[in-house]
Protein backbone atom coordinates (compact mmCIF):
# COMPACT_ATOMS: atom_id res chain seq x y z
CA UNK A 1 0.00 0.00 0.00
CA UNK A 2 0.65 3.83 -0.78
CA UNK A 3 -0.37 6.43 0.91
CA UNK A 4 0.03 9.89 -0.57
CA UNK A 5 -1.04 13.69 0.67
CA UNK A 6 -0.99 16.77 -1.44
CA UNK A 7 -0.59 19.96 -0.31
CA UNK A 8 0.58 23.31 -2.20
CA UNK A 9 -3.30 24.44 -3.53
CA UNK A 10 -4.52 28.05 -3.47
CA UNK A 11 -5.69 30.67 -4.97
CA UNK A 12 -3.61 32.30 -7.91
CA UNK A 13 -4.05 35.16 -10.22
CA UNK A 14 -3.59 34.31 -14.09
CA UNK A 15 0.22 34.75 -15.40
CA UNK A 16 0.96 33.61 -11.90
CA UNK A 17 2.67 30.53 -10.46
CA UNK A 18 1.94 27.33 -7.75
CA UNK A 19 3.88 24.14 -6.89
CA UNK A 20 2.36 21.10 -5.57
CA UNK A 21 3.85 18.67 -3.78
CA UNK A 22 2.82 15.24 -3.06
CA UNK A 23 4.45 13.23 -0.09
CA UNK A 24 4.30 9.31 -0.45
CA UNK A 25 4.14 6.92 2.47
CA UNK A 26 4.20 3.28 2.95
CA UNK A 27 5.63 0.84 -0.03
CA UNK A 28 7.45 3.37 -1.93
CA UNK A 29 9.79 1.31 -3.38
CA UNK A 30 7.55 -0.13 -5.21
CA UNK A 31 6.07 2.98 -7.15
CA UNK A 32 6.92 2.78 -11.19
CA UNK A 33 4.84 5.85 -12.04
CA UNK A 34 4.16 9.09 -10.42
CA UNK A 35 1.80 11.52 -11.73
CA UNK A 36 -1.21 14.40 -11.74
CA UNK A 37 -4.93 14.58 -12.76
CA UNK A 38 -6.89 16.78 -12.14
CA UNK A 39 -10.93 17.91 -12.30
CA UNK A 40 -12.67 20.95 -12.59
CA UNK A 41 -16.65 21.14 -11.43
CA UNK A 42 -18.38 19.36 -14.08
CA UNK A 43 -15.31 17.61 -15.93
CA UNK A 44 -13.76 14.39 -16.15
CA UNK A 45 -10.60 13.68 -14.21
CA UNK A 46 -7.95 14.21 -16.75
CA UNK A 47 -4.23 13.52 -16.96
CA UNK A 48 -1.89 16.58 -16.29
CA UNK A 49 1.60 14.94 -16.68
CA UNK A 50 3.34 11.72 -14.82
CA UNK A 51 7.31 10.89 -14.71
CA UNK A 52 8.21 7.33 -14.44
CA UNK A 53 11.28 5.77 -12.08
CA UNK A 54 13.41 5.67 -15.43
CA UNK A 55 12.63 7.96 -18.53
CA UNK A 56 11.17 11.20 -19.36
CA UNK A 57 7.86 13.00 -17.82
CA UNK A 58 5.07 13.27 -20.30
CA UNK A 59 2.46 16.74 -20.22
CA UNK A 60 -1.19 17.38 -21.61
CA UNK A 61 -1.03 19.26 -24.60
CA UNK A 62 -3.05 21.88 -22.69
CA UNK A 63 0.05 22.75 -19.67
CA UNK A 64 2.72 21.83 -21.91
CA UNK A 65 5.83 24.42 -21.67
CA UNK A 66 3.96 25.77 -18.27
CA UNK A 67 4.27 22.71 -15.77
CA UNK A 68 7.28 20.81 -15.15
CA UNK A 69 6.80 17.18 -12.78
CA UNK A 70 9.29 15.99 -11.06
CA UNK A 71 10.71 13.81 -8.19
CA UNK A 72 12.95 15.00 -5.48
CA UNK A 73 13.20 11.45 -4.04
CA UNK A 74 11.23 8.19 -3.32
CA UNK A 75 8.95 9.97 -0.80
CA UNK A 76 8.41 13.44 -2.80
CA UNK A 77 7.11 14.60 -6.31
CA UNK A 78 6.15 17.85 -7.12
CA UNK A 79 3.96 19.96 -9.55
CA UNK A 80 5.39 23.09 -10.57
CA UNK A 81 3.37 25.84 -12.46
CA UNK A 82 3.90 28.67 -14.47
CA UNK A 83 1.67 31.39 -16.45
CA UNK A 84 -1.17 29.70 -14.49
CA UNK A 85 -4.54 30.10 -16.58
CA UNK A 86 -8.51 30.26 -15.60
CA UNK A 87 -8.97 26.28 -17.24
CA UNK A 88 -6.07 25.48 -14.75
CA UNK A 89 -8.83 25.66 -11.64
CA UNK A 90 -9.50 22.09 -10.74
CA UNK A 91 -8.86 19.61 -7.87
CA UNK A 92 -5.69 18.34 -8.60
CA UNK A 93 -4.58 14.78 -7.54
CA UNK A 94 -1.57 13.04 -6.82
CA UNK A 95 -1.50 9.50 -8.30
CA UNK A 96 1.19 6.17 -8.53
CA UNK A 97 1.31 2.98 -10.25
CA UNK A 98 3.08 0.44 -8.41
CA UNK A 99 4.98 -2.25 -9.93
CA UNK A 100 2.46 -4.78 -9.39
CA UNK A 101 -0.01 -2.27 -11.20
CA UNK A 102 -2.20 -1.13 -8.67
CA UNK A 103 -3.07 3.09 -8.75
CA UNK A 104 -2.77 4.71 -5.29
CA UNK A 105 -4.63 8.11 -5.41
CA UNK A 106 -4.04 11.14 -2.75
CA UNK A 107 -7.17 13.05 -1.41
CA UNK A 108 -6.65 16.31 -3.91
CA UNK A 109 -5.49 19.71 -3.50
CA UNK A 110 -7.73 22.92 -4.79
CA UNK A 111 -6.22 25.33 -7.35
CA UNK A 112 -7.98 28.05 -7.94
CA UNK A 113 -7.05 30.79 -10.69
CA UNK A 114 -8.85 34.05 -11.11
CA UNK A 115 -8.62 37.47 -10.56
Known amino acids: QVQLVESGGALAQPGGSLKLSCVAS????????VGWYRQAPGKRRELVAT??????ATYADSVKGRFTIFREDVHTAYLEMNSLKPEDTAVYYC??????????WGRGTQVTVSS
Open 51 to 56: VPNSGS
Open 95 to 104: YTRDFGGSDY
Open 26 to 33: GRVFSIRT
